[in-house]
């Protein structure tokens, strides 16, 4: 069983539609990141949270550490919002990450 | 904001040879970094963990004499594919953890990865 399970693994949307990613972890952890990753590979960390709720632009990222679970919203997708998201998680020095969500925006 | 350079972004070799894949932190000190391997269409696979003048620490499976990795320098991680072969053909990316206060504690920032293609 994998520490950290992502779902859904593909996600297709229209654009402007409202997108919600879902990652459930099975660690303790000291925190939470989001990732994206556009195709060529590049990586950007979009947030990184360790209680509560995070907000940039138009990407929201919530956490329950109750439940050990953590959402990623996408307001208005845009087709530029394209890319694979991963959800990985931090125990000080250990990481481990859920296997993506890849993403596409349809015009 | 902190940034990662990896060079160098692709590889082409022979079978047999070695190939060098540096990862710098150009604007803040990198206590520990990261290397992955990246299949087509899979997440991320955390090879081995790198601490500044330790012994990297591997992952289960992945063996230590075909990936060198080398931290000599707080800015600085190097993972060497020695005797590549076709199978270690894959895209190989670094990221480290920000140090430095509140604000960079626990960040990652990544390279933007190798595409090493071994013939």
Same mark, same amino acid.
């Given at each position: *069983? ?5 779902? @859904? =693994? ?7 539609? /409202? ?19 556009? @195709? ?6 979009? /947030?990184?949270?360790?209680?509560? *709720? *995070? *907000? ?9 550490? =109750? ?11 845009? @087709? ?16 481990? /990450? ?8 349809? @015009? | 904001?902190?940034?990662? &350079? ?8 022979? &079978? ?11 604007? !803040?000190?990198?206590?520990?970094? !990261? ?9 991320? %696979?955390? %090879?081995?963990? &790198?601490?500044? #003048? ?6 289960? #499976?992945?063996?230590?004499?075909? !990936? ?22 894959? !895209? ?28």
């Amino acid at each position: *069983k994998n520490e950290v399970e992502q779902s @859904p =693994q593909n996600l297709t949307a229209q654009e402007g539609e /409202f997108i919600t990613i879902n990652c459930s972890y099975s660690v303790g952890i000291s925190a939470l990141h989001w990732l994206q990753q556009h @195709p060529g590979g590049g990586i950007v960390s979009l /947030f990184m949270l360790s209680s509560g *709720k *995070k *907000k940039h632009g138009r990407l929201i990222a919530t956490i329950n550490i =109750q439940e050990k679970h953590s959402s990623l919203h996408i307001t208005a997708s845009h @087709p530029r919002d394209s890319a694979v998201y991963i959800c990985a998680v931090s125990t000080g020095n250990q990481f481990y /990450f859920g296997t993506g969500t890849s993403l596409t925006v349809i @015009p | 904001g902190a940034v990662v &350079s990896q060079h160098p972004s692709r590889v082409i070799c022979k &079978s047999g040879t070695s190939v060098k894949i540096e990862c710098r932190s150009l604007d !803040f000190q990198a206590t520990t970094m !990261f290397w992955y391997r990246q299949f087509p269409k899979k997440s991320l %696979m955390l %090879m081995a963990t &790198s601490n500044e #003048g330790s012994k990297a620490t591997y992952e289960q #499976g992945v063996e230590k004499d075909k !990936f060198l990795i080398n931290h000599a320098s707080l800015t600085l991680s190097t993972l060497t594919v020695t005797s590549a072969h076709p199978e270690d053909s894959s !895209f190989y990316i670094c990221s480290a953890i920000g140090t430095g206060g509140v604000s960079m504690y626990e960040k990652l920032f990544f390279g933007s990865g190798t595409q090493l293609s071994v013939l």
